[in-house]
């Protein structure tokens, strides 16, 4: 994955949980575990299922993600589109942050979409690209 993502993913979780997750700790032992579920609340195209897998195993590298869509996928509300298996502690420690990369980069996927569908309805060769105004630092994803 692009250096700059990996950046990203260092920054956002020192942002949210650079003291860990204090709630979590206290409340579960360090041995239990779960399994989450994400899943789409509307219909949406996915996107960023990599950079959350990348989140998780970098909070902790025994999680075990199954991915159950595709970047570009169009689903439907209610649709899973992530598995985590592994430590409650950092499944939880990890959320906040996962989410917070697949809204946006699902949200402007989902944009985009709607975008080029439109244009391809007009019937004159007009084509959605991208532009140099994305988000700072977050070109390589959005």
Same mark, same amino acid.
């Given at each position: 994955?692009h250096?700059?993502i990996?950046?990203l993913?260092?920054?956002?979780l020192q942002?949210?949980?650079?003291f ?7 409340v579960f032992?360090?041995?239990h575990?779960s399994?989450a579920?994400i899943?789409a ?16 195993? %970098? #909070?902790?590298?025994?999680? /075990?993600? $199954?991915?159950r869509?595709?970047d570009?996928e169009r689903?439907?509300?209610?649709r899973?589109?992530l598995?985590a298996q592994?430590?409650t502690?950092?499944l939880?420690?990890?959320e906040?942050?996962v ?7 699902c ?10 569908a439109a244009a ?6 007009? %084509? #959605?690209?991208d532009?140099? /105004?994305? $988000?700072?630092g ?5």
């Amino acid at each position: 994955m692009h250096l700059r993502i990996d950046g990203l993913i260092e920054l956002a979780l020192q942002e949210d949980a650079a003291f860990g997750d204090l709630t979590s700790e206290a409340v579960f032992a360090p041995d239990h575990t779960s399994t989450a579920h994400i899943e789409a609340r509307e219909a949406l195209t996915v996107c960023g299922l990599e950079v959350a897998r990348k989140v998780f195993e %970098r #909070v902790d590298p025994r999680l /075990k993600i $199954t991915l159950r869509a595709e970047d570009g996928e169009r689903v439907k509300a209610g649709r899973k589109l992530l598995q985590a298996q592994g430590s409650t502690v950092s499944l939880l420690l990890a959320e906040r942050t996962v989410l917070n990369f697949l809204q946006r980069l699902c949200g402007v996927a989902s944009q985009s979409a709607r975008y080029a569908a439109a244009a391809r309805k007009t019937g004159t060769g007009v %084509r #959605v690209v991208d532009t140099r /105004k994305t $988000t700072p630092g977050w070109r390589a994803l959005e």
